[in-house]
Every structure is written in C-alpha cells, then in structure tokens.
C-alpha cells in the first residue's frame, strides 16, 4: 500500500543520515555532511530533495502502480526480457505529470536558490537517490540517472521526471535482481545540488581505503578533467593519487604516496553554446601531460576523507570536484565503501600462477584473484546480445548498462576506467577478478582466445595468452603463533606493497631501492644528473617523455623514487622499514634508460664495482647523491620516519666511514632527526671486523646470498656450480653464528634478510638457536615459515618477548 506524506521537497542541510528511507542514501548523505561537517571544513555543494513521499504521490496522482505490476508479472528472469520491461516502465513514467503542488514546490525551491547564489537559474545537478542505495551492504550506485548543468524551471522538472523513470534502468532492474530486492520496494528521492564549475577544473573518485587490498590506512583518489562522470563510469584512464592517512595530521609532512599520471584523453563540459547539457570532447595535449591536482589539494582530499570517515564510523567512496573558477574543492557525494567492508578481519587468501605464459596486455588490477577462459570481445553495446555465459567479456569500457552482461562473466577486461571507476566498483562487488584501463585489450586479444587474467600481482593486473594454472592459498591469521624473533617482510614492488599489509609482520627488513629505481624510475641516475653526456637517440626521447611535468630530471629521480619506498614503508608504519641502498651490478645499471652512457664491462661484476664502492667514486657519486635526496625526502617531506638506510657491499672499514660522510655531507646524519643506519653484513670481512663495524653502524643485516657465495667461492650465478651453493654449509653457518656473536658484543642488532630461511625451515630453525634479533622473508614465505620459527623458538626454550643472551 502506498502512502504518501506532506514533505515533498526539503533542504537538503534539513535531512541527514537518520533521513534514508525518505530522501535516499544520496540526498541523506550530502545533508548528514552539510550540517555536520560544513563548520569542520569540509565543502559540500547545497541544494534540496524531492523526497521518496513525493515519488510515491507522483505514482498515486498518476494510477501507476497497478499499470507497473502488471508489467512486472510479465517478466520470465531473462535478461532480453527484462531489457523490454525497463523500456515499458521507463515509457510509463515518462507519461505521467507531477501534481500541481510538487510541481510547485520544486519551482519555488529551485527560484530560493538562485537567491541565495545570487545567480539567475542556476545550474545544478540533478541526482537519483533512491530509498535501497548507499547501503552498508550494497552500494545500489550508479543505477540510475544523473543530469548535470541543468537550467531554469522547466529542465529541472523535466530532469526530476527522467530521475523517476531512471529507477527502471536495465542496470538498475538487474542490480536489484543480484540483490534480492523487490522491483517496487525501492523509491526514489531526487537530489538538486549547486554544480561546481569542475566543467573547467577537475573531478573524480576517492576511497578512504585501498579498494583492492582493503589496506585502511590509505586514501585513494582518482581524477580526471571536468566533469567527474568520465571517471565514475569508466571512461577514461584517469591520474590516480595514494595518500597515507596517519601522517596527514602533522601539517610538516606531505605524505602523498602514489602520483600516476593517466592518459585522460577525454573531458566532460558544459555544451559549447552556454546552455544546458553537456558536452563530450578530447582533452589538450597540455591536459593530457599534466596533473589534475597539486599535492596540496590531494592533501586536502586526504584530510576530508579522514574526516568523513571518522563521522560515518566506516570506509567511504566519494566523489570530489574542483572548481575551475574559484580553485574550491568540494565532496559532492559519499557512499559507504561496501566490498572491504564485508571481508574477514583474519582470514587471508593469496592467489598465485603456477606456470608462465606471454602477456597480451596490462592494466589497473581490480581485486587480486586469477581467472581463466575464452575471450569474448565485444566492442559496442548493440552487441552486448552476442555475449556467451562464462566467458572472459574484453570490451572499451563497462559502464552500469553493462551489469547484466558483467555478473555472467568470469573475468573482465577493458580498455578504458581506473580503479576507482563505476565499472571497477560493480565488478568488486560481483567478485569478478578484471583489468581495466589496459589501453590496447580489445585490439590485441582475439575473439574466441584463451586467456588468463591475473591480478595477484598488485596494482597492475596482467592478461596473459592461454589458460595458465593457479593456485589459492587461504590461512586464519589469528591462528598465526607469536614469536620472540622479529618476523619482518622482503619487500620490492610497491605495487604490491599494500597487499601483505594483514600479515603479523614487524615491518620491512629489506626494502630493495634498485627495484624502486627499475621499475618506476626506469633511468639510470647519472642520466637524470648528466643529460648531457647522454647520445643516444631513443634514450634522450625516453628520459623526455618519462621526467614531462618536472622543471628538472633530478626531481623526477628524487620524487619518484621518494614516492616508491613510502609505499613500501607504510604498511606496517610506524615499524621499521629498512631501505637498502641501490645494489645493481654495472651490467645491471647499464640496462637502465640512458644507462650504457655510464656503465663499463666487467668480466665479473658480482664482485666488481657494486655497493658502497660506487657512493664516493665520480663514476657515480653524482647518483649517489639522488639517492641520498631521495631518502631525505621520504623521511622528512613525506614523513615516513620509521625508514632505515642501509648500506650494502661495504668492504672496509675505510670505506664504511667515506660512505657515511658523503650521506652526511647529503644531510643523513646518522642519529639526527632518529636516523638510523645498518649495514649489510655479507662479506667475510664483516664478520672478522664484526665489532669495529657495529660502532660505525645502528644494525646488521645478514645477507646470506653474497656471504655463501663470498665464504664458499661459489659465483651464485654459474649454473654449473649450483649444487655447491648451500647456506647451511658447516663453513656458512659458523660465519653466520660469528656474525650474530659479533653484533650483540658491539651491543647493535642483527637480522637476516637472505633468501636462506624462506627457502629452508631447518636454516630459520639455526638463526633462532642463535638468538638473531630478526627474520625477513619473502611474502609468500611469511605464512609458512613463521610456525617454524615459534617451533624452534620454543624447543629452545626461547618466549615471545624476551632478549636474546648478550643483547638489549
């Protein structure tokens, strides 16, 4: 039975969270703000709401509701059917009249606001907000209709009357189909929102939450220029920005973590004549090489975020924009964040590819699971009727329209979107593992193909040629046993940074610079300090087209490789993150962009010029101190004070001061601002010198691959001498036992970061016997081999919070 009620247009600062089943989860959200958050600063566009009472008067005034459920009874669960009763219901609603008092009402609310703008018939958006959206457990977003730009009296009822008929979308009918609920329980509250003139600035999607790996303590924001639509739905790879949230609060530190410049070949306008409406065009190339936002306004966005976060008690999905004209930001929508929300706090699953294959294409990964089979491409939605059921849908873009197609499919893949688009979001919620914003997906893989589509790799999902196997491996974290060892993590990509933040870890023992520096950086650093001596064609135009956006190429170094190991040190922040150092090879470093400019051969470069003997040289030192900029930045720009320096190779004790002078003469005091500075130990020289090393250092950490190859004389890469390489050598291990009895004598700690104990559970079972201080491991090892520690931890009689003999 529908019943109706006298307040059918309110203000939207009138209404707020408690107001849901009258004005919507959209129109109650932007009031619970407007008067709750406005005087805390955040900026929220105003306007008013037609309420779910008078959608209800609109369907009684107009003898709908019989007419509606006799369509309904029609429908035979296919989703053609239900395509044909959309547009049937859709035609209805269109037909009916407001009555003459609503309609009133909206006229005399909207002629308020002009006067309180001081603008006649100002623009607005003119937004859905229906009764069952932005639920704890469903987002409901997106399924039905926005009209942006909307002017003078008549449009806006008009575009009220199309938000009624948009409660029927396809989309929409589907999504209430997945959901389980019924087609008439659902009313509609429209929402008339002040437009932010982002037509000529900037606007997208925020997350108060990493939205692949649920990591809480991160903000992730898309952006795009103008209108935001491009990124809701997916139709642009936009730039993506990551913000750590604990140290947005200390106003001397910027703690922006990811800056990922996207293609954003497209913007949404204003139409060209002044009037309503909109208007798709190409963006500038200007545009397109630029960011959309300064690091103090992702700051600023960061900020809120916290705040709205804190006011709901949850993660949130938001929507920002910039106004072009005034420079203002403002929030304009804020949902519950619905897919992290609802995953175990202990339970972990981890997906891994057991076999290799070709990749076709790469994009931003949407969850982190693996799936496999056939291609089915389809490069316009007229086709969407050819899709077969259980195939892998390869398309441009997968707006709302396609969700009918998108729940049937086992994986997806698309050309265009970010990871914080509509298409995106939908897909998390069905749990269908996708890549998007692959640029090429629909040319290059073949209709009909094998293919298998990973995300277990971090941020970047991967599409590869044929059906790879894969394996899932779940554990209970809460079953994990506590250690007295510090159990801390190897860690090299910052993409997947975020995606081991669950485990029990005690930090990061080993962050690898050189990765950082091969993967995001790309160029050799005395190409960035000397682009000059640089002569290659193809390297000048590379280092061109990577440092676009920097007045100088030492800041593409410094800020890159800044934001790189942030991300690496703040999962488990504030817990230690040891950065090593770059250790590249010459043969290595000359592979990088502009590298063969600065690296000589060397017939034996495992031993020959790498490590600590390359920060003071000429050859390098240039390098070294980009390097040294680089870390000062982390810890004292970005804020991540809890990063180690490590100093890796180092083979005297000469050289151990050289190196620390020039990082002092680079303002890396050890001990200034809590600096502290280990060294790895992995020349026999270290050990033999252990106690004169450990006064010039904080801490050791073991490397175990160098010091067996150093011990035994076993290049660690001859094939041919594979066997003999063994770091539970009697030689080994009692250099190892040496090493560790050295570093508590010298009253510094110890660690291992080697591949020996992930590999060997009888080796970790030796470091704990030993009483080493810590053990970093390679994530994927984690899970397995930190049992084997509290078993050995326990044999010898060795409890979680007590210190080993000879050392506090």
């Given at each position: 039975?529908?019943?109706?009620?006298?307040?059918?247009?309110?203000?939207?600062?009138?209404?707020?969270?408690?107001?849901?089943?009258?004005?919507?989860?959209?129109?109650?959200?932007?009031?619970?703000?407007?008067?709750?958050?406005?005087?805390?600063?955040?900026?929220?566009?105003?306007?008013?709401?037609?309420?779910?009472?008078?959608?209800?008067?609109?369907?009684?005034?107009?003898?709908?509701?019989?007419?509606?459920?006799?369509?309904?009874?029609?429908?035979?669960?296919?989703?053609?059917?239900?395509?044909?009763?959309?547009?049937?219901?859709?035609?209805?609603?269109?037909?009916?009249?407001?009555?003459a008092e609503i309609s009133q009402q909206i006229r005399s609310f909207y002629r308020e606001l002009g006067v309180r703008t001081g603008q006649q018939d100002p623009a607005v958006a003119v937004r859905s907000s229906a009764t069952a959206e932005d639920l704890p457990d469903a987002s409901f977003a997106g399924q039905q209709e926005t009209f942006l730009n909307v002017r003078g009296e008549?449009?806006?009822?008009?575009?009220?009357?199309?938000?009624?008929?948009?409660?029927?979308?396809?989309?929409?009918?589907?999504?209430?189909?997945?959901?389980?609920?019924?087609?008439?329980?659902?009313?509609?509250?429209?929402?008339?929102?002040l437009m932010v003139r982002s037509d000529v600035g900037a606007a997208g999607v925020m997350f108060s939450i990493d939205t692949e790996t649920g990591f809480p303590r991160a903000a992730v924001i898309s952006a795009n220029w103008g209108l935001g639509e491009t990124v809701v739905l997916g139709m642009v790879n936009p730039d993506k920005y990551g913000v750590f949230k604990p140290l947005l609060a200390n106003a001397a530190f910027s703690p922006v973590i990811e800056k990922t410049l996207g293609s954003k070949a497209r913007k949404l306008t204003y139409s060209a004549d002044g009037g309503a409406g909109t208007l798709m065009v190409d963006t500038s190339e200007a545009e397109r090489a630029s960011f959309c936002l300064d690091d103090g306004e992702v700051l600023q966005l960061g900020r809120w975020a916290i705040q709205i976060e804190n006011h709901y008690g949850r993660p949130m999905d938001m929507e920002w924009a910039k106004d072009g004209v005034s420079g203002e930001l403002f929030i304009v929508q804020a949902r519950p964040e619905t897919v992290q929300a609802r995953k175990s706090g202990t339970m972990m699953s981890t997906h891994r590819l057991t076999e290799e294959g070709r990749m076709l294409a790469e994009g931003a990964a949407v969850g982190d699971s693996i799936a496999s089979g056939t291609a089915c491409v389809i490069k316009s939605a007229a086709d969407i009727g050819s899709f077969v059921d259980g195939s892998v849908l390869v398309a441009e873009q997968t707006d709302p329209d396609w969700v009918p197609v998108m729940k049937r499919a086992r994986a997806i893949v698309t050309d265009k979107g970010g990871?914080?688009?509509?298409?995106?979001?939908?897909?998390?919620?069905?749990?269908?593992?996708?890549?998007?914003?692959?640029?090429?997906?629909?040319?290059?893989?073949?209709?009909?193909?094998?293919?298998?589509?990973?995300?277990?790799?971090?941020?970047?999902?991967?599409?590869?040629?044929?059906?790879?196997?894969?394996?899932?491996?779940?554990?209970?974290?809460?079953?994990?046993?506590?250690?007295?060892?510090?159990?801390?993590?190897?860690?090299?990509s910052p993409s997947e940074a975020f995606k081991w933040w669950r485990l029990p870890a005690k930090g990061i023992g080993l962050a690898r610079m050189e990765f950082v520096i091969n993967d995001m950086v790309q160029v050799h650093p005395m190409a960035l300090a000397h682009p000059e001596r640089v002569s290659d064609p193809g390297d000048q135009a590379r280092i061109k087209e990577l440092t676009r956006g920097f007045d100088d190429p030492e800041d593409y170094f410094v800020h890159t490789l800044a934001r790189g190991l942030a991300k690496l040190a703040a999962p488990f922040y504030p817990a230690p993150a040891v950065v090593r150092f770059s250790d590249f090879k010459t043969n290595e470093y000359a592979h990088l962009v502009g590298g063969s400019a600065f690296e000589e051969q060397e017939s034996n470069p495992m031993i020959g010029f790498r490590g600590s003997s390359r920060y003071y040289d000429p050859r390098y030192r240039d390098g070294f101190d980009l390097e040294c900029r680089a870390i000062t930045r982390l810890r004292n720009h970005c804020g991540f004070r809890n990063a180690i320096v490590m100093v890796p190779f180092c083979r005297t004790l000469r050289e151990a001061d050289r190196v620390l002078a020039v990082m002092a003469e680079n303002g890396l005091v050890r001990g200034k601002d809590g600096l502290k500075v280990y060294m790895m130990c992995e020349i026999p020289a270290n050990v033999v010198l252990a106690q004169k090393f450990a006064a010039k250092f904080d801490g050791f950490s073991i490397g175990s691959n160098d010091l067996t190859q150093?011990?035994?004389?076993?290049?660690?890469?001859?094939?041919?001498?594979?066997?003999?390489?063994?770091?539970?050598?009697?030689?080994?291990?009692?250099?190892?036992?040496?090493?560790?009895?050295?570093?508590?004598?010298?009253?510094?700690?110890?660690?291992?970061?080697?591949?020996?104990?992930?590999?060997?559970?009888?080796?970790?079972?030796?470091?704990?016997?030993?009483?080493?201080?810590?053990?970093?491991l390679n994530p994927d090892s984690f899970l397995r081999t930190v049992p084997v520690i509290a078993a050995a931890e326990a044999a010898a009689n060795i409890t979680a919070g007590t210190v080993p003999s000879g050392h506090d």
């Amino acid at each position: 039975m529908i019943t109706v009620n006298n307040e059918n247009v309110l203000w939207l600062e009138d209404v707020g969270i408690k107001d849901v089943a009258h004005v919507g989860g959209k129109n109650a959200s932007l009031g619970e703000m407007l008067h709750s958050l406005s005087a805390e600063g955040v900026s929220v566009p105003g306007g008013f709401a037609l309420t779910a009472s008078a959608y209800r008067e609109f369907i009684v005034a107009n003898d709908m509701a019989p007419k509606l459920e006799r369509i309904l009874a029609t429908k035979d669960g296919s989703d053609t059917h239900w395509r044909a009763i959309g547009t049937k219901i859709r035609e209805l609603i269109l037909t009916g009249v407001f009555p003459a008092e609503i309609s009133q009402q909206i006229r005399s609310f909207y002629r308020e606001l002009g006067v309180r703008t001081g603008q006649q018939d100002p623009a607005v958006a003119v937004r859905s907000s229906a009764t069952a959206e932005d639920l704890p457990d469903a987002s409901f977003a997106g399924q039905q209709e926005t009209f942006l730009n909307v002017r003078g009296e008549q449009q806006l009822v008009d575009a009220c009357l199309r938000c009624y008929a948009s409660l029927f979308t396809d989309r929409a009918i589907s999504y209430r189909e997945i959901m389980n609920y019924g087609q008439l329980e659902v009313a509609l509250s429209v929402g008339v929102q002040l437009m932010v003139r982002s037509d000529v600035g900037a606007a997208g999607v925020m997350f108060s939450i990493d939205t692949e790996t649920g990591f809480p303590r991160a903000a992730v924001i898309s952006a795009n220029w103008g209108l935001g639509e491009t990124v809701v739905l997916g139709m642009v790879n936009p730039d993506k920005y990551g913000v750590f949230k604990p140290l947005l609060a200390n106003a001397a530190f910027s703690p922006v973590i990811e800056k990922t410049l996207g293609s954003k070949a497209r913007k949404l306008t204003y139409s060209a004549d002044g009037g309503a409406g909109t208007l798709m065009v190409d963006t500038s190339e200007a545009e397109r090489a630029s960011f959309c936002l300064d690091d103090g306004e992702v700051l600023q966005l960061g900020r809120w975020a916290i705040q709205i976060e804190n006011h709901y008690g949850r993660p949130m999905d938001m929507e920002w924009a910039k106004d072009g004209v005034s420079g203002e930001l403002f929030i304009v929508q804020a949902r519950p964040e619905t897919v992290q929300a609802r995953k175990s706090g202990t339970m972990m699953s981890t997906h891994r590819l057991t076999e290799e294959g070709r990749m076709l294409a790469e994009g931003a990964a949407v969850g982190d699971s693996i799936a496999s089979g056939t291609a089915c491409v389809i490069k316009s939605a007229a086709d969407i009727g050819s899709f077969v059921d259980g195939s892998v849908l390869v398309a441009e873009q997968t707006d709302p329209d396609w969700v009918p197609v998108m729940k049937r499919a086992r994986a997806i893949v698309t050309d265009k979107g970010g990871a914080t688009s509509h298409a995106a979001i939908v897909s998390r919620e069905l749990g269908i593992t996708a890549v998007v914003g692959t640029t090429n997906a629909t040319s290059v893989i073949a209709d009909g193909a094998a293919i298998t589509v990973s995300c277990a790799a971090g941020d970047t999902g991967h599409v590869y040629e044929g059906l790879l196997a894969h394996a899932q491996d779940d554990v209970d974290l809460g079953e994990m046993p506590a250690t007295r060892t510090d159990v801390m993590l190897n860690m090299a990509s910052p993409s997947e940074a975020f995606k081991w933040w669950r485990l029990p870890a005690k930090g990061i023992g080993l962050a690898r610079m050189e990765f950082v520096i091969n993967d995001m950086v790309q160029v050799h650093p005395m190409a960035l300090a000397h682009p000059e001596r640089v002569s290659d064609p193809g390297d000048q135009a590379r280092i061109k087209e990577l440092t676009r956006g920097f007045d100088d190429p030492e800041d593409y170094f410094v800020h890159t490789l800044a934001r790189g190991l942030a991300k690496l040190a703040a999962p488990f922040y504030p817990a230690p993150a040891v950065v090593r150092f770059s250790d590249f090879k010459t043969n290595e470093y000359a592979h990088l962009v502009g590298g063969s400019a600065f690296e000589e051969q060397e017939s034996n470069p495992m031993i020959g010029f790498r490590g600590s003997s390359r920060y003071y040289d000429p050859r390098y030192r240039d390098g070294f101190d980009l390097e040294c900029r680089a870390i000062t930045r982390l810890r004292n720009h970005c804020g991540f004070r809890n990063a180690i320096v490590m100093v890796p190779f180092c083979r005297t004790l000469r050289e151990a001061d050289r190196v620390l002078a020039v990082m002092a003469e680079n303002g890396l005091v050890r001990g200034k601002d809590g600096l502290k500075v280990y060294m790895m130990c992995e020349i026999p020289a270290n050990v033999v010198l252990a106690q004169k090393f450990a006064a010039k250092f904080d801490g050791f950490s073991i490397g175990s691959n160098d010091l067996t190859q150093l011990v035994l004389g076993v290049d660690r890469d001859a094939a041919a001498l594979a066997p003999l390489f063994d770091e539970r050598d009697e030689a080994v291990l009692a250099m190892i036992s040496a090493a560790v009895a050295g570093a508590h004598a010298g009253g510094i700690h110890i660690g291992i970061c080697g591949q020996g104990p992930s590999n060997h559970p009888d080796f970790a079972q030796f470091l704990v016997r030993e009483g080493i201080d810590s053990i970093s491991l390679n994530p994927d090892s984690f899970l397995r081999t930190v049992p084997v520690i509290a078993a050995a931890e326990a044999a010898a009689n060795i409890t979680a919070g007590t210190v080993p003999s000879g050392h506090d």
